[in-house]
T-cell receptor
Framework: DAKTTQPPSMDCAEGRAANLPCNHS???????VYWYRQIHSQGPQYIIH?????ETNEMASLIITEDRKSSTLILPHATLRDTAVYYC??????????WGAGTKLIIKP | DADVTQTPRNRITKTGKRIMLECSQT?????MYWYRQDPGLGLRLIYY???????NKGEISDGYSVSRQAQAKFSLSLESAIPNQTALYFC???????????????FGPGTRLTVL
């Protein structure tokens, strides 16, 4: 199963774009990349997912490199409420999501 | 009302006790999951169920059992709790959306379990 690598923590100023990187160099051709976030110790919340093309929704944008070995989650205008742990996940065998330790994003006023 | 609920929200128990964590959902999803989360780590899958007749072991099923009583209910049991099962436990649900197996998961609020 493919694994992901993320920086353990990042800071971003409020109102700026937060760009969260993720490496998934062993991803296979049919594996999706998912992003979830977890605020404090609440249940994780789905943000976005993608396979090959860039994706955008009301929460974020997902940029996937052409070789699919890495991706970037973009929160276009970060607010204090975006402070959370962000998980980049690829789907493994048997429909399981393989979770890493994530990136703790701190939005500063 | 929340779509995915878990009871209890907090539980303290002693080593050797049997304990059950319950999960209910009103989303009408067929798939349900149990995860545990240890401090500073991501989630690890314990068991998952694709329908009421289907139960599958996840990454860390030893020491746990589950029961899928109905489409909406999925319970996790610790037959004889031990201290290293102290963790945050999450239930999740998802729907099956077809050929790409995409499964956005919806999580409950979690149960904080402490085993003394």
């Amino acid at each position: 199963d493919a694994k992901t690598t993320q920086p353990p923590s990042m800071d971003c100023a409020e109102g700026r774009a937060a760009n969260l990187p993720c490496n998934h160099s062993t991803i296979s051709g049919n594996e999706y990349v998912y992003w979830y976030r977890q605020i404090h110790s609440q249940g994780p919340q789905y943000i976005i997912h993608g396979l090959k093309n860039n994706e955008t929704n009301e929460m974020a944008s997902l940029i996937i490199t052409e070789d699919r070995k890495s991706s970037t989650l973009i929160l276009p205008h970060a607010t204090l409420r975006d402070t959370a742990v962000y998980y980049c996940i690829v789907k493994g065998s048997n429909y399981q999501l393989i979770w890493g330790a994530g990136t703790k994003l701190i939005i500063k006023p | 009302d929340a779509d995915v609920t878990q009871t209890p929200r907090n539980r303290i128990t002693k080593t050797g006790k049997r304990i059950m964590l319950e999960c209910s959902q009103t989303k009408g999803h067929d798939r349900m999951y149990w995860y545990r989360q240890d401090p500073g780590l991501g989630l690890r899958l314990i068991y998952y169920s694709f329908d009421v007749k289907d139960i599958n072991k996840g990454e860390i099923s030893d020491g746990y059992s589950v029961s899928r009583q109905a489409q909406a209910k999925f319970s996790l049991s610790l037959e004889s709790a031990i201290p290293n099962q102290t963790a945050l436990y999450f239930c999740a649900t998802s729907d099956f959306l077809g050929r790409d197996n995409y499964n956005e998961q919806f999580f409950g609020p979690g149960t904080r379990l402490t085993v003394l």
